[in-house]
C-alpha cells in the first residue's frame, strides 16, 4: 500500500473538486446518469441478498460494490460533489463562483436521478415480465421500505423531517470518508479496502443516500407502493439532499480542508523551550519542542 500524508490527498480533493467545477456538461452528465444506474443496481442487489438470506448484514456486506465500481470508473455522484466541489470555491481556485458550483451539483443530481429512474424501470419490468405479473418478495419489500421511510416520518411531523436529514447527515458522513478514504492509496486494492468499511457501515444503520433513494422511492411507487411523488420529494428526498449536503462538507470536507490545507501556525510552549534552551550538560538545543495538545 503506498500510503498518502492527509496534507497530499487533501490538496488532491481540492483538485478534485476544481476539475469537475470545469468539466463539460456532456461529461458531467453521462458520468453522474451513470453513477446513479449502478448505484440503483447496487441497491437492487444488496435488497435482494437481504432478502433471500433473511439477513441485512449480508447485504450491507456486499453493497458497497456497487460504490466501488462507480468510484473507479470516475463516475460523479452528488454526494461526492457536495465534498469535493465546494472546496475549490473556498481555496479561491481561479473562475470558481459560486455559480459554478451551483451548476456542478444541478447537472450531477439531474444525471444520478435519470440514471437511477432508468434502472427502477428496468428492475420493475423484468420483475414482473412486462408489468404482467406481481413483482413477488423484493417488489413487496422495496413497496414496504417506500412506505415506511415516507408516511413513516410523515406521522412524526416536524420531527420526523429532521430525523430524515440527521440520517441523511450521518449517511454522507460516511459515503464522504469513503470517498476520501479511497485518495489515501495509489493501490486499487487498498483503495477497495477504505471506500468499503463506512459505505458498509451507512447502508447497515438505515442512513438516507440521496441517489440511493432516487431509485428505491420511484421503484416502490412503480411496484405499487402507496405514497405519492410529493410525499417522496417532501417527506424523504429534500431532507435527505440537506442532510447529504451537511454531512459531506461540514463534516467531511471543511474540518480536513482546514486542519491539513489552511492550517494555523505551530503552537510551541513556552515551558518545554525554556528546558531546551537550558540544558545542564552546556549543550544548547533548539528552542523548537512543540506542544503535546
Known amino acids: 500500500m503506498s500510503y498518502l500524508d492527509p496534507s497530499e490527498f487533501v490538496t488532491k480533493m481540492v483538485d ?38 433473511g439477513s441485512p448484514l449480508v447485504g450491507a456486506l456486499l453493497f458497497p460494490v456497487g460504490f466501488i465500481m462507480l468510484y473507479l470508473m470516475k463516475f460523479d455522484l452528488l454526494t461526492g460533489v457536495f465534498t469535493l466541489v465546494p ?52 417488489a413487496a419489500k422495496v413497496s414496504k421500505i417506500g412506505e415506511s ?18 440520517r441523511g447527515m450521518l449517511c454522507n458522513w460516511m459515503v ?6 479511497a485518495m489515501i492509496s495509489t493501490s486499487a486494492s487498498s483503495k477497495m ?31 405499487g407502493g402507496g405514497f405519492t411523488f410529493m410525499d417522496y420529494i417532501v417527506w424523504n428526498e ?12 461540514v463534516l467531511v470536507g471543511l474540518p480536513l480542508y482546514f486542519t491539513h ?6 503552537r510551541i510552549l513556552k515551558v518545554h523551550a525554556d528546558r531546551a534552551t537550558a540544558t545542564t550538560d552546556g549543550n544548547v538545543q533548539p528552542a523548537t519542542l512543540k506542544a503535546s495538545v
Open 149 to 166: 421511510r415516507t408516511l413513516g416520518y410523515q406521522a412524526h411531523g416536524i420531527e420526523g423531517w429532521f430525523t430524515i436529514f440527521i
Open 87 to 138: 472546496l475549490a470555491l473556498i481555496d479561491k481556485r481561479p473562475g470558481v463562483t459560486v455559480g459554478q458550483v451551483l451548476r456542478n451539483w444541478g447537472l450531477v443530481f439531474i444525471g444520478n436521478f435519470a440514471g437511477a429512474l432508468t434502472v427502477a424501470f428496468m428492475m420493475s419490468f423484468i420483475l414482473t415480465y412486462g408489468y404482467s405479473t406481481d413483482g413477488g418478495a423484493i
Open 261 to 266: 490545507v489552511r492550517t494555523s501556525p505551530e
Open 16 to 53: 478534485q473538486g476544481e476539475s469537475k467545477v470545469y468539466m463539460s456538461t456532456k461529461d458531467t452528465l453521462i458520468r453522474a446518469f451513470m453513477a446513479g444506474a449502478i448505484l440503483a443496481l447496487a441497491a437492487v442487489f444488496a435488497i435482494t441478498v437481504a432478502t433471500n438470506t
Open 176 to 181: 464522504s470518508m469513503g470517498v476520501v478514504g
Open 193 to 223: 479496502l477504505a471506500m468499503w468499511m463506512p459505505i458498509m457501515l451507512f447502508f447497515f444503520m438505515g442512513f438516507e443516500h440521496s441517489i440511493v433513494n432516487m431509485f428505491l422511492f420511484p421503484f416502490s411507487m412503480i411496484m
Open 238 to 249: 429534500l431532507p435527505t439532499v440537506l442532510g447529504n449536503l451537511v454531512g459531506g462538507f
